[in-house]
């Protein structure tokens, strides 16, 4: 039931900071888990990070950790992720999408969004 719009890309140097947002329509909203992923050209897409429902549990993948923050606003039905430390190889198009459990698999995701494009300059 899920419907989610990704925003928040664009241009920055190494070591800059962006923050996506992923905004979600629905009435079941809170139930999602929601989740970041990204294509880099020429690679599948890759997990990036996770949240769970009204609890917030997070989970990262180990290349954005330390760096990178997911957080979820239900009552603005918005999940966003802070990318800070921003390297060159964190370039991709980023996508958010849906799960029934935090503990999905990311082939058990749906509803993706559009994606936005992170580009990062050395």
């Known amino acids: 039931q899920a419907q989610l719009v990704e925003s928040g890309g664009g241009l920055v140097q190494a070591g800059g900071s962006l923050r996506l947002s992923c905004a979600a329509s629905?009435?079941?909203?809170?139930?999602?888990?929601i989740g970041w992923f990204r294509r880099a050209p020429g690679k599948e897409r890759e997990f990036v990070a996770t949240i769970s429902g009204v609890s917030a549990r997070t989970n990262y993948a180990d290349s954005v950790k330390g760096r990178f923050t997911i957080s979820r606003d239900n009552a603005k039905n918005t999940v966003y992720l802070q990318m800070n430390s921003l390297k060159p190889e964190d370039t991709a198009v980023y996508y958010c999408a849906a799960a029934t459990s935090y503990y999905s698999t990311p082939s058990e995701y749906g509803h993706w969004g559009q994606g936005t494009q992170v580009t990062v300059s050395s």
């Open positions: 629905g009435r079941t909203f809170s139930n999602y888990a």
